[in-house]
C-alpha cells in the first residue's frame, strides 16, 4: 500500500499562487511516477501535471507555464507550485502515484478554490 497524503490546499484570489504538497508513506518501492489531478465539479478527473522519479514532467496545456511540479526522492513528497491562478483552476486537487505496471494510487484530495 502506498499512502499519499496531500496539504497545501485553500482559498486565493484570481492571479496569485498556491503550492501543493503531496508526502508518500507505506511500500515505497512502488514509488515511481507521481502527479497530480483534479476534479471539478461535474467534469471528469484531469490530469495536471506528473513527474518521473529522474525529473522528467509533463503537463497539461490549460497550466503549462503557470505551474511547476517538483519531487524530493529522498522524501518522497511531490510538491505542485502554482501561479497566476484562474477561477477555471478551481477543483478538488489528488496526488497520484502511478505504479510501474500503470495502477494509481491515490491522495484523498484537497480544495483549491480560486475567487474572480
Known amino acids: 500500500q502506498v499512502q499519499l497524503v496531500e496539504s497545501g490546499g485553500g482559498l486565493v484570489q484570481a492571479g496569485g499562487s498556491l503550492r501543493l504538497s503531496c508526502a508518500a508513506s507505506?511500500?515505497?518501492?512502488?514509488?515511481?511516477?507521481m502527479g497530480w489531478y483534479r476534479q471539478a465539479p461535474g467534469k471528469q478527473r484531469e490530469l495536471v501535471a506528473d513527474i518521473t522519479s529522474r525529473g522528467s514532467t509533463n503537463y497539461a496545456d490549460s497550466v503549462k507555464g503557470r505551474f511547476t511540479i517538483s519531487r524530493d526522492n529522498a522524501k518522497n513528497t511531490v510538491y505542485l507550485q502554482m501561479g497566476s491562478l484562474k477561477p477555471e483552476d478551481t477543483a478538488v486537487y489528488y496526488c497520484?502515484?502511478?505504479?510501474?505496471?500503470?495502477?494509481?494510487?491515490w491522495g484523498q484530495g484537497t480544495q483549491v478554490t480560486v475567487s474572480s
Open positions: 507505506g511500500s515505497i518501492f512502488a514509488i515511481n511516477v
Open positions: 497520484s502515484n502511478r505504479r510501474v505496471y500503470g495502477s494509481l494510487d
